[in-house]
């Protein structure tokens, strides 16, 4: 809530969201409760917007309930503000980080800028009055200016009036540095802002053995995700196929046999029942379960087998071992895509070129690359964001909407 005034300066429309998850009937009032504290932490920073609470079954939907309805008419927002899950790598749950990235895409398709902001905690608060320092905006891709309106807005509120502007560009190896800076000083002179400006000179060079090793974890922690996801699936399929068999094999042979059979051990719920069955049937071809209380010999071709718990784990993490084992030798001895590891290449230089310039700035401000379109490459993704903000203190992502322009008759 500070930011955001802070951002806007006292003018604008500012709309504060909040999804609650659940069904309208029975959130009825924790969304009213939602509304109240939401005004009061709103009144507490001295933030003038309005307060829009959604319920809805799934976060998610939520999220985008809100980017496509909220506001009225030409009342209407054209920039979300959201936080950067910085637990994403901890959390056992993947639904939040892919939330995240839903959450871009959907602003991205309402042709919306979206800020992602890393350590809002660490932000000032409006009570705060920052000293002399800088605002370092790196501006490697030209998203239609919102990267130097940003700090321009800034700086107009107190917090951020001692602060210094300053801007970084990257240049390759073939490019004219010194004509660029000059462009962009002459850009900076006709939107009449005041910033230093740097040309930084990115070398080609060969791919690091820390990037080939940080490419590597990347691709087996996902890895080991996926078989862990299937391994569990598979295991649920495998005692549900036993189930079916020994059951059917059940039915065929009382419907075949005359003498009767009695079980030595009888569950006294459904739950045991089931579980018995999983446990006591191991291979209907080369096990059969059956004890005649009054048949005293046992055929040559009849075999009687008792199956403890103990028995069925041992015989099935001895069938389970060398295809784990296989798992695992080819999970360390995998090979990382080349496209990945060019894509972390990029990621670790420009992470340690702004490292290297802007680790002491009051805020750095960096373009914000798209998410992948095939979603299977979303936690790479996160890995590779996660990369290019390491170091870093106070980081404002910005991605435009595509519709933003800023000129020199604004």
């Known amino acids: 809530l500070s930011f955001t005034t802070q951002l806007k300066a006292g003018k604008g429309l500012t709309i504060v969201g909040n999804v609650l998850e659940g069904t309208y009937l029975t959130k009825e009032e924790e969304a009213k409760k939602a509304e109240q ?3 009061a932490a709103m009144a507490a920073e001295r933030t003038k917007a309005f307060c829009h609470v959604v ?3 799934d976060l998610r939907d939520g999220v985008s309930h809100l980017i496509q309805s909220a506001g009225l008419g030409g009342m209407k927002h054209n920039s979300v503000l959201m936080s950067w899950p910085g637990t994403w790598r901890q959390s056992n749950d993947p639904i939040s ?3 995240f990235i839903e959450t871009i895409r959907e602003t991205t398709a309402a042709h919306q800028a979206l ?3 890393k350590n809002v905690d660490s932000f000032p608060t409006n009570q705060d009055c920052l000293g002399e320092g800088t605002i370092d905006v790196w501006w490697v891709v030209h998203d239609g200016g919102m990267l130097m309106l940003l700090p321009f807005l800034l700086r107009q ?3 951020w009036r001692k602060c210094k502007m300053r801007i970084f560009t990257v240049a390759q190896m073939d490019d004219n540095s010194i004509q660029m800076k000059k462009d ?8 009449r802002l005041d910033a230093a400006v740097e040309v930084v000179e990115m070398h080609d060079n060969d791919i690091s053995a820390f990037t080939y090793e940080k490419t590597l974890v990347m691709e087996q922690r996902s890895q080991m995700l996926k078989q862990m996801h299937l391994s569990r699936t598979e295991r649920e399929r495998e005692i549900q196929s036993i189930t079916d068999e020994s059951r059917s094999s059940i039915r065929r042979k009382n419907q075949g046999a005359t003498e009767t059979v009695n079980l030595s051990q009888q569950a006294s719920t459904m739950e045991d029942t089931q579980e018995d069955e999983a446990q006591l049937i191991h291979d209907k071809n080369t096990a059969s379960y059956a004890a005649a209380n009054d048949k005293p010999d046992v055929g040559p ?3 009687h087998m008792t199956w403890t718990k103990d028995k069925l784990l041992t015989e099935r993490n001895r069938s389970r071992e060398p295809n784990t084992n296989m798992a695992v030798r080819d999970l360390f001895s995998m090979k990382p895509n080349q496209s990945n590891v060019r894509r972390m290449h990029t990621a670790v230089k420009l992470n340690e070129v702004v490292v290297n310039k802007s680790q002491g700035a009051h805020l750095v401000l960096l373009n914000m690359p798209g998410p992948p379109k095939n979603r299977g490459g979303d936690e790479n993704y996160m890995e590779f964001l996660e990369v290019l903000l390491e170091g870093l203190n106070r980081v404002l992502l910005v991605r435009g909407g595509g519709r933003e322009v800023i000129t020199i008759y604004s």
């Open 55 to 57: 319920v809805s079954s």
């Open 301 to 303: 071709d009849r075999v």
């Open 97 to 99: 980080w892919r939330n």
């Open 115 to 117: 800020l992602v902001a």
């Open 37 to 39: 504290n939401i005004k």
């Open 157 to 159: 509120h107190k917090v």
């Open 184 to 191: 962009l000083q002459m850009f900076l002179y006709h939107l």
